[in-house]
């Protein structure tokens, strides 16, 4: 018998439906394919690429944790599967984008303006990422290793966004800059401050998830208390492209939760959130939100 699953663990009405429906005939949790050790390895590659721990400690940048760990996680995965004989590479969807995106990139490289340059993002960035996204895709495998990397990323994203409003608070700012922006997070994805609020902007719709999902009352609150310092740090990035990202997030989730009569609490409370936000707008705010056409 062919069992069919559909990752819909997000949604707060199937959520509901599988409180009352416990056990579903012909729907079932998919078998793990994969061990611990990749998982945790790519959890802990996680943690050092968003945290980069070698900036507190500079003892620990000659050891190159984010290469050992991320490595050592796609080889142990890659034995696993082959001794296993699973698929070393299963051909979703999102692998065709991925495999396309390639070659797309290796098809134009030699019309782009700087082909050197090119080449050098390929194999220091581009295929490091596609190594990583492989990996996250044959761990992350069941709802419950899905529901721990949502965790980690909103933990994580908690340091990023404290970081940009302390620098604030301090008038930590980027010096010669045309607008008074605050310096990024010590972290080479985070590093300025339009890349933190893409990344917080990426985790923030994850936190939200996680509240329409979560029961338990402290683990919900917590998850609030993330998100507002997520808004926060993204509005005091200045960022352009943030705040439109930012707007459009908390629009298509209360366009999907106006007809949930359990969740019509969400948008009235986003509306009452927005209100109360308008008197702390940092100075200058809105004039650049001007120039965003």
């Given at each position: 018998?062919?069992?069919?699953?559909?990752?819909?663990?997000?949604?707060?009405?199937?959520?509901?439906?599988?409180?009352?429906?416990?056990?579903?005939?012909?729907?079932?949790?998919?078998?793990?394919?994969?061990?611990?050790?990749?998982?945790?390895?790519?959890?802990?590659?996680?943690?050092?690429?968003?945290?980069?721990?070698?900036?507190?400690?500079?003892?620990?940048?000659?050891?190159?944790i984010a290469l050992l760990v991320g490595a050592g996680a796609i080889v142990t995965q890659m034995v696993q599967r082959l001794v296993s004989r699973?698929?070393?590479?299963?051909?979703?969807?999102?692998?065709?984008?991925?495999?396309?995106?390639?070659?797309?990139?290796?098809?134009?490289?030699?019309?782009?303006?700087?082909?050197?340059?090119?080449?050098?993002?390929?194999?220091?960035?581009?295929?490091?990422?596609?190594?990583?996204?492989?990996?996250?895709?044959?761990?992350?495998?069941?709802?419950?290793?899905?529901?721990?990397?949502?965790?980690?990323?909103?933990?994580?994203?908690?340091?990023?966004?404290?970081?940009?409003?302390?620098?604030?608070?301090?008038?930590?700012?980027?010096?010669?800059?045309?607008?008074?922006?605050?310096?990024?997070?010590?972290?080479?994805?985070?590093?300025?401050?339009?890349?933190?609020?893409?990344?917080l902007n990426l985790i923030l719709p994850l936190s939200l998830s996680l509240v329409l999902t979560t029961r338990n009352a402290v683990g919900r609150?917590?998850?609030?208390?993330?998100?507002?310092?997520?808004?926060?740090?993204?509005?005091?990035?200045?960022?352009?492209?943030?705040?439109?990202?930012?707007?459009?997030?908390?629009?298509?989730?209360?366009?999907?939760?106006?007809?949930?009569?359990?969740?019509?609490?969400?948008?009235?409370?986003?509306?009452?959130?927005?209100?109360?936000?308008?008197?702390?707008?940092?100075?200058?705010?809105?004039?650049?939100?001007?120039?965003?056409?």
């Amino acid at each position: 018998m062919k069992h069919h699953w559909q990752a819909d663990w997000w949604r707060a009405d199937a959520v509901a439906e599988s409180a009352r429906q416990p056990e579903r005939i012909g729907v079932r949790e998919p078998t793990l394919q994969g061990g611990a050790v990749p998982f945790w390895g790519l959890l802990t590659f996680t943690f050092v690429l968003l945290i980069a721990p070698q900036t507190f400690f500079p003892a620990l940048a000659p050891l190159r944790i984010a290469l050992l760990v991320g490595a050592g996680a796609i080889v142990t995965q890659m034995v696993q599967r082959l001794v296993s004989r699973q698929p070393v590479v299963r051909l979703t969807p999102e692998m065709w984008i991925a495999a396309c995106l390639v070659g797309w990139a290796v098809v134009t490289l030699p019309l782009s303006y700087w082909p050197g340059g090119g080449v050098r993002f390929l194999f220091e960035m581009y295929f490091k990422t596609l190594a990583i996204f492989w990996l996250a895709s044959t761990t992350i495998n069941t709802l419950a290793r899905l529901r721990q990397v949502e965790w980690e990323l909103s933990l994580l994203a908690v340091p990023i966004a404290i970081s940009g409003i302390m620098h604030y608070l301090s008038s930590a700012f980027i010096p010669g800059a045309a607008v008074t922006r605050i310096v990024g997070y010590g972290s080479a994805y985070v590093e300025n401050p339009n890349d933190m609020a893409l990344m917080l902007n990426l985790i923030l719709p994850l936190s939200l998830s996680l509240v329409l999902t979560t029961r338990n009352a402290v683990g919900r609150g917590c998850l609030l208390v993330f998100i507002v310092l997520d808004v926060l740090a993204i509005i005091l990035t200045f960022s352009r492209g943030g705040f439109v990202t930012l707007a459009m997030t908390f629009v298509m989730y209360a366009w999907r939760l106006r007809k949930r009569p359990e969740m019509r609490w969400v948008p009235a409370a986003l509306a009452v959130g927005v209100v109360c936000c308008v008197p702390f707008i940092p100075s200058g705010y809105i004039a650049r939100l001007a120039t965003v056409t």
